[in-house]
């Protein structure tokens, strides 16, 4: 209800009044003397001064990425820069500036990475079930986090995080090209000297048995779709390569089944494909079915139809041509893996990361050869469950006029 402060009660609330009025200018003034503080600390930064070093040294192919397993710095640098690159690396491993920090925040992560996921309704979706299917383990959170983490981070705690994880002995290291092996390490032992050894923390929550199936759905004025997914276990168990077949056969390529029946021959989806490995593969991870239904159609009637592909090889398999073909796509796969010295490093920091040890990439064919007929229709009962299953759709709303 409305009601009048009176002169008395007022002159009783004032002390407390000014108290708060002082506040509020205490904040604005903090508030801006921060900013001030961040413009001032730009003057003092080089704009990709370590970009320009390499450039400058005839490389290329500067980048990195995040996934929700490992971080990625990678380039391309003359065999006679070998020295150079030890430098680089051990002095932005051991002693990192940051000095970009508050552009980064305030540009390209809240603003492209962040955004993206917010203003694209897919990106929101995928959010979603990806809190809902992962209950215990790493990859409950997204990768790029919530609007709120990134607003509050500060530098210090990006500081913290790197001396804690950035160690020597969680970092991986592939060169490949026309370098000798003992002068990689003399530089190695030269450069690197400065990085920590650390002790990651050992993993000790993991994803529990799911017990129901659980279900999402997004009301949203865009296109209709439907995402589920199939508890796995990590790359590292013998299943995977019967994984992969599975989803080979089910999802990838127009040879598909999804593609051929939901695609070509009932049109009914734009698309519909599967990824096993969803969202990483290090830990008790996902076969994700991705599928986007054309016009007039829902999320639902493409669920009918993908469960009835899907029962088709929980209780018949799949067919002899079908392995044969899925075994040939591995072998051209890993020869094209493996074209250049970028695509070969790759492969064996891949390797030594997810299997602990980079030979195994020469024995992955193997694995897949290995797979028999059997071997996909039992996987195939035990993943395909519907108490594994988790589903999440956008029903299309209309917007309101």
Known sequence: DDFTVGEEAYRALSFYLEDVKDLKEDYIAKEAAFEAAKDAAREFVVTNEYGKIVENNGGSGLNAYTSSDVTVYLYNLPSNRLELWAYLEGSRMADPVLREFYTEKDGPVT?????????????????????????????HHGTIGYMSDIQNISRADCRAYF??????SNIVVALVGDVKFDE????????????PAGRPEPVETFEPEQLGEKRFVMKDPSQPLYIAGY??????????????????????????????????EQQIAINAMTFPGFPGQKYETGLLVFAMPVKDKTALDLEAAIEAEIQKIVDEGITAEEL??????????????LDGNAGMASQLAWYQTYMGDWRKLFAEVERINAVTLDDVKRVAGEIFQKDNRTVAIIETEQKES
């Open 111 to 139: 603003e492209e990475r962040r955004m993206r996921t917010d203003n694209n309704p897919i990106g929101r979706l995928i959010e979603q079930f990806q809190n809902l299917m992962f209950m215990a383990n790493g990859y």
């Open 163 to 168: 001396e804690k994880n950035y160690v020597g």
């Open 184 to 195: 990689v390490r003399k530089h190695a032992e030269k450069y690197f000297a400065d990085i």
């Open 231 to 264: 508890h796995l276990e990590n790359v590292q168990h013998p299943d995977w390569p019967i994984y992969e077949v599975i989803a080979d056969v089910l999802g990838q390529g127009r040879t598909s089944r999804l593609h051929k029946s939901l695609v070509k």
């Open 324 to 337: 044969a073909g899925v075994k040939q796509r591995a072998r051209a796969n890993f020869i094209r893996g």
